[in-house]
């Protein structure tokens, strides 16, 4: 198979067998880290959407957001969920393999949370497209798994994940960005049936300046 058609196999079987009301609250740490560096809505992209707590979390405070994500599935649980929540005007879902194709404009947020997958791409390329898709003035921000939470579907691997620095080294920037934030920090995350673990993200934010 091609690697977008393991893609949206394997995706397709992630979403179907999950409860349709998993992932649909926004990522505690995107929320703060918006409060701070883009309290004023635009456009937004979001890559890997999943059942979009995210992007209906944007929506609702504004955001133009074009939804990404390679299952159909999920997309349709983001429409869903936009309609009805009363956003659907201000909701794009776009199916894509990101390894494949990518959303046309620019944007005033570009956002990466958690965009992991076990089908091998070139994931630094899908970043570094992402960055070229920020407008400017506009944000980057990618959260990404630094450890393997119990529930995760890489639970039992031997991963190894990098730091910040490589992360955003992978990205390439010239000198018309500037680094917000690239660190590690833990939390205590709930996953699903309520159950709960410390783990550790990395935050990048990146804004581009020209």
Known sequence: MTSANESAAFWERHYAAMDADWGTRPNVVLTALLADLAPTPGTALDLGCGHGGDALWLAARG??????????????????????????ERVHPE??????????????????????????????????????????????VVIEHAST?????????????PAPADVIASLRLDDSWHVVRGDAPRRTATGPGGRTATVTDNVIAVRRTG
Not at 64 to 86: C, H, I, M, P, Q
Not at 107 to 125: E, K, Q
């Open 95 to 140: 199916r894509h393999d990101l390894a494949e194709t990518f959303p046309a404009g620019a944007y005033d947020l570009v956002t990466a949370t958690y965009f992991h997958t076990p089908v091998t791409i070139s994931r630094d390329g899908v970043l570094r497209r992402a960055a070229r898709a920020v407008a400017p003035g506009g944000l980057l």
């Open 149 to 161: 939470a119990p529930w995760s579907w890489q639970a039992g691997q031997d991963v190894e994940y």
């Open 63 to 88: 955001w133009d957001v074009t939804a990404v994500d390679v299952s159909r599935t999920a997309l349709d649980r983001v429409a869903a969920g936009a309609a009805a929540a009363g956003v659907t």
